[in-house]
Nanobody, 118 residues
């Protein structure tokens, strides 16, 4: 059982930065993979970035060079540093966790709103 709590969303102007955090709690140790997804109005939910317990990372092409995902394995917390934000980054950002390689299930946070507007 895993609970995910996101924080750090808000309203910023284009070119500014935000850092999102997601803290995982429950009967877990080292989460296999954690990631960030986002969903804009009228669009499908898409993967933004993910990171494994070994700190292998993956990014959507649209955010490469601007966003950085990281994690603190001891705290089971994942971060998303978002720089050079663009209006098209506006979305609800969701934390995602797959606790173990041995189970195919995933957990989701409730989401945090990121709005990039001038």
């Amino acid at each position: 059982q895993v609970q995910l709590v996101e924080s750090g969303g808000g309203l910023v102007q284009p070119g500014e930065s935000l850092r999102l955090s997601c803290a995982a709690s429950g009967s877990i140790s080292n989460i296999f993979v954690m990631g960030w997804y986002r969903q804009a109005p009228g669009k499908q939910r898409e993967l933004v970035a993910s990171i494994t317990s070994a700190r292998s990372t993956n990014y959507a092409d649209s955010v490469k060079g601007r966003f950085t995902i990281s994690r603190d394995n001891a705290k089971n917390t994942v971060y998303l540093q978002m720089n050079s934000l663009k209006p098209e980054d506006t979305a609800v950002y969701y934390c995602n966790a797959r606790p173990t390689l041995l189970w195919n299930g995933v957990y989701w946070g409730q989401g945090t709103q990121v709005t990039v507007s001038s």
